[in-house]
């Protein structure tokens, strides 16, 4: 079939979307693009990409409304789609991943497939519609590609043992967590890529919802640890979606992933988050737009959770003039 865009009346774009998109003068501009590029289904090009990952990043929300994002493995092949309409992912969560108790039929689910070393990106936004023992099939809402910005490129060097045979129930140690600790700390002070999850939920029958979970890199130490419970992190030039900005302008929850790339830790963190839009903080970090200010209210660190080791990253060409955090004057 023809890769036709957006075919719905209304906008592609929700109302916080559409507010960010006003306020910085693109509205019009991305309406044309959006309705080009964002389609209710997957293109063959897109059900390929995600047929041949081995890792993909997950977005949803728990019952009291916090997002949390997740990462699901498994052996190339995992993630099918039986029509352009639906995806299937065979593979459970890992041990001590929020997503076991977060997935329910129905719920709003986002996903964000990743090929760190080509750089290339795909997202998915859609609802869970049936659960199975080894795996899930979501409903596609809506499909689109990213652009490679900010990408650390790493490829895949050695698997723990065939993905195969993973048993994501094998215990691992499990910290709980209010406030960032030392090991939380070392994670996030090193990171040069993290992810996020956001949504906006319907408040009214008929009304829609969603969840996005998104991309976010930079240069090691681009995230500035403020306090046990405060991150900021620089904003740069993007595709002007602002896909997860505008879910905060309608919610501030959101939830992030850090991974160890090392030693295969996962951090997973959720609690409240605000964008500094304005103000002489933004330039302290050389190419940011705006920051965003994450406050962390719960979280997990799993050790060795992750059956992947990686190469050295190479630092994406978009991040040469980046950076360091600066103190303010």
Request: proline share 6%.
């Amino acid at each position: 079939m023809a890769n036709l865009g957006w075919s719905h009346e209304e906008s592609p774009f929700h109302a916080g979307e559409l507010a960010i998109q006003a306020r910085l003068g693109v509205q019009e501009r991305m309406d044309r693009q959006g309705r080009r590029v964002i389609r209710d289904y997957l293109t063959e090009q897109h059900r390929q990409f995600f047929a041949q990952l081995s890792y993909v990043l997950v977005g949803t929300v728990d019952g009291d409304g916090q997002p949390w994002a997740s990462i699901v493995v498994g052996e190339p092949g995992f993630i099918t789609s039986p029509d352009d309409r639906r995806l299937h992912i065979a593979a459970r969560p890992l041990y001590g991943d929020p997503l076991h108790r977060t997935l329910a039929e129905g719920a709003d689910i986002g996903l964000l497939g990743i090929e760190l070393h080509s750089r290339r990106r795909n997202r998915l936004n859609g609802t869970v519609t049936d659960i199975q023992p080894g795996g899930l099939m979501m409903a596609v809402g809506q499909s689109f590609g990213n652009c490679p910005q900010y990408i650390q490129a790493r490829h895949i060097q050695t698997q723990q043992f065939d993905l195969r045979s993973l048993d994501p129930t094998a215990p691992k140690p499990v910290h709980s967590l209010t406030a960032l600790g030392e090991g939380e700390r070392a994670m996030i002070a090193t990171a040069d890529t993290f992810f996020i999850a956001t949504a906006h939920q319907a408040e009214a029958a008929g009304s829609a919802s969603g969840v996005d979970v998104s991309h976010r890199g930079g240069k090691p130490g681009f995230v500035r640890i403020d306090d046990a419970t405060t991150l900021t992190i620089p904003d740069f030039s993007g595709n002007f979606h602002f896909n997860t900005f505008g879910n905060l302008e309608l919610n501030p929850r959101a939830g992030l992933i850090f991974i160890d790339f090392d030693r295969g830790d996962l951090l997973y963190l959720t609690g409240t988050a605000e964008v500094i839009w304005a103000g002489p903080e933004i330039a302290t970090y050389e190419g940011a737009e705006r920051l965003l200010r994450f406050h962390v209210n719960q979280g997990y660190r799993v050790e060795g959770s992750l059956p992947l080791t990686w190469s050295t990253p190479e630092l994406s060409p978009f991040l040469t003039d980046t950076g360091p955090w600066q103190n303010p004057q």
